[in-house]
């Protein structure tokens, strides 16, 4: 029998449940077996965060361990598809944009692909000539057949949601297959000699005792920070934007033609807006830094964005802080999701972040109490090696751009605000393109300092690729235009056609045939009500 055995989550958000019916699922066998006992405590009162959310293909391993049938999950959660990122206007703003999909054809044992882009007139983004999905988003079709799939290669998809539905959902499919569910709120931590929690106490007068405590309490990080005081490191040098504007567009009073199968990331003066389609609504907000923007010039932009029927809609704001909990496990105490820390969410990365968590402390899962140091160790190496991993690739993002149209672009591209080893790297790349050895005991030249503050671990953080690849750096660096005017210059350097290979073109032909309209799937698959059309609004069509 295990002696560490009894869970209790304390937050009831995505994150919460999350957890509880990952760990249900991989180490009970989906509520079959009763290895460890899971309970969930939840506010009645505090609400969660509740914005539409946007996912990365790895959801569809959260999905699977915990037993969800993708069709009952996307109709409880009002989900869309979503196969790419599109950005628009983080270069120039002059209307430009560039996709991020998430399929990518490999031609084979060696990809040069973008070193013949590199040298070609680029009269194709680079992202269309190694993806057909980038073209298959611009026109508009779902990444699934109306009929059983015959199309090849499957296609990578994710998908746009609503959290606090997804929260609910996960509920609803857990606590009949053996996790408990309390309402109340934790008011207090009690902690043994040992500096490990031995029971939190909630306001109703409840003690609940468990092995191991798992802080989902969002950005109040309730046991973590205010119990055991573990410390906040602030990254704000790095991403500056620490508030989000938040709206969301029902369809019976908006439908805008189309239900994109992405999400689109429009910059805007100080910052981007983030437009995630859903079954019945849009939620778009705009990501700003407070220091550049006031709240009602942010609120303006989004309206500028939207268009005229945007009015009547409520503008929520909600503060962020870019940063990570120094050590996401603590004693006997993992704090996961925004308890945790934040990046802002132009990647998609804080369910995923939420998921990773979840996989690893399966897979860490610490059955004796003599384990607990060491899976807490391993645990907490690679959770730092992910968030600095997306802090890079999110970073690179801004300081790419040659934006100088307003002062937070000038600023973000200033070297202080670059991280250390994104620099390294882009020097690096500046003498070889990117490749997979780049990702092995990453260490560049010209890299100086160690990003980690310590705690227990000294080590520096290394970039193991376990998200972003080389192939995704050369979405984001090749739709930035990296090293273009160094290679334009070039004297006597001649640029030859670009070339699209057979395959893809191949590929968009059958796309054509086979897959239909995104919303057409969501009307006769989902059972979307079909909405009347409207002309969409002047900013929305921009990019
Ligand atoms: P919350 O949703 O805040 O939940 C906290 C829970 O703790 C609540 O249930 C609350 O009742 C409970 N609680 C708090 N205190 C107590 C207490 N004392 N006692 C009992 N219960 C308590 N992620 C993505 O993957 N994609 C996105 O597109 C995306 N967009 C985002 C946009 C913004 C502006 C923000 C801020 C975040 C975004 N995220 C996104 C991140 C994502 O929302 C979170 O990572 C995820 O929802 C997890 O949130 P959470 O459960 O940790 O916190």
Sequence with gaps: MPDVKKVLIVGGGSAGWIMAAYLNGALNKKGTEKNIDITLVESPDIPSISVGEATIPSIGHILGVIGLNEREFMKATNATFKQSIKYANWL????????????????????????????????IPFTETVSAQAMICEMGLAPQMLGEWDFGTKLKYAYHMDAAKFANYLRDFSVPKGVKHLLANVTKTNIQENGHIKSVQTACGKTLSADLFIDCTGFSAHLMEKALGVGFEDCS???LCDRAAVMHIPYDDYFPSQVRPYTTATAQSAGWIWDIPMSIQRSIGYVHSSAFITEEQAQKELHAYEGAHSGAYETKFINFKVGRREQAWKGNCIAVGLSGGFIEPLESTGIYLCDLAAVMLAEHFPFTQNAMEAMAFRFNRILTNRFYEILDFINMHYCLSRRTDTDFWKEVQKPEHITDRLQAKLEFWKLKLPSTADFDDQFFPGQTSASLSGHGDVRRPIDTAGLWNHESYEAILYGMDFRGPEFENKPGHVRHPVRVPEFIIQRLHGARQKLPPHHIWLNQVMGMHQYEMHTPPPGWGKA
């Design 92 to 123: 120039n703003n002059e209307g430009e944009f560039y996709h991020h999909p998430f399929s990518r054809y490999r031609p084979g044992p060696i990809d040069r692909s973008a070193q013949d882009w590199i040298g070609s007139d680029r009269k």
């Design 237 to 239: 040098q790095w991403l």
